[in-house]
Antibody, heavy 115, light 109 residues
Framework: EVQLVESGGGLVKPGGSLRLSCAAS????????MNWVRQAPGKGLEWVAS???????HYAESVKGRLTISRDNAQTSLFLQMNSLRPEDTAVYYC?????????WGQGTLVTVSS | SSVLTQPQSLSVAPGNTARITCEEN??????VHWYQQRPGQAPLLVIF???DRPSGIPARFSGSHSGSTATLTITRVEAGDEADYYC????????????FGGGTRLTVL
C-alpha cells in the first residue's frame, strides 16, 4: 500500500525557516518524480515544486530562491527546505506522487507564518 | 501561463447528475485529471487521462473533453459526493508542472 506521511509543519515568524519531510513507503521511491503542493486556508491547490528520481527540479515562480526541494532515495524521503518565509506561504503542504497526475497524496502538514 | 477556469459552485439534488467544467484556451492538446477533496481531507484522484478511474472510484464518476472544455460528470449524486473538485493538467511551459483549476464546490441539496 502506498503511503505518504508529511511532518515538520508548525508556526514560524516571517523571515524564518522550516524543513518539511515526507516519508514514503509501499512503492519503489526512486522511480517516481515527487511533488509538493500547497493549499492556503480556504483557497485552492497550488503546485510548489517537483523533483525527478534523479534529482532534476522544477519550482513555481512564487517560491523560486526561497524553497528547495530535495530527496533521499535510500531513506525514501522527500524534503522541502523553506527559507525567508512570508505570511503568504501559510498553507497546508502536501507531498504527492507524480504520474503526470497526483495519484497518491499525503495527509498534509500545516505551516503558519505569523509574527 | 495556463489558467484553468472552473465554476465556483454547483448545487445538485441527490440522484441527479452533476457536471463540472474546466476551461482553458489551449486545453485541446492536454490531458485533464480530476480530484475530489472532502472537507478536512487531502485531495483524492477520481479521474486521470480524461476518463480513466483509479481503483475504488465508482463508475458514477466519468470525464470527457471537447476542445477547450473538459467535464467531470457525476451521475446519481449522493450526499457523500459533496466536496471541492479540482481539474489539473501537466504544463511544460514557463517552469509550471502541475496547473490546477480554482476548484468547484459541489453542494448536494
Amino acid at each position: 500500500e502506498v503511503q505518504l506521511v508529511e511532518s515538520g509543519g508548525g508556526l514560524v515568524k516571517p523571515g524564518g525557516s522550516l524543513r518539511l519531510s515526507c516519508a514514503a513507503s509501499g512503492f519503489t521511491f526512486s522511480l517516481y518524480t515527487m511533488n509538493w503542493v500547497r493549499q492556503a486556508p480556504g483557497k485552492g491547490l497550488e503546485w510548489v515544486a517537483s523533483i525527478s528520481g534523479s534529482g532534476y527540479v522544477h519550482y513555481a515562480e512564487s517560491v523560486k530562491g526561497r524553497l528547495t526541494i530535495s530527496r533521499d532515495n535510500a531513506q525514501t524521503s522527500l524534503f522541502l527546505q523553506m527559507n525567508s518565509l512570508r505570511p503568504e506561504d501559510t498553507a497546508v503542504y502536501y507531498c504527492a506522487r507524480d504520474a503526470y497526475w497526483a495519484d497518491y497524496w499525503g495527509q498534509g502538514t500545516l505551516v503558519t507564518v505569523s509574527s | 501561463s495556463s489558467v484553468l477556469t472552473q465554476p465556483q459552485s454547483l448545487s445538485v439534488a441527490p440522484g441527479n447528475t452533476a457536471r463540472i467544467t474546466c476551461e482553458e484556451n489551449n486545453l485541446g492538446n492536454k490531458s485533464v485529471h480530476w480530484y475530489q477533496q472532502r472537507p478536512g481531507q487531502a485531495p483524492l484522484l477520481v479521474i486521470f487521462y480524461e476518463n480513466d478511474r483509479p481503483s475504488g472510484i465508482p463508475a458514477r464518476f466519468s470525464g470527457s473533453h471537447s476542445g477547450s472544455t473538459a467535464t467531470l460528470t457525476i451521475t446519481r449524486v449522493e450526499a457523500g459526493d459533496e466536496a471541492d473538485y479540482y481539474c489539473q493538467v501537466w504544463d511544460n511551459s514557463h517552469d509550471h508542472h502541475w496547473i490546477f483549476g480554482g476548484g468547484t464546490r459541489l453542494t448536494v441539496l
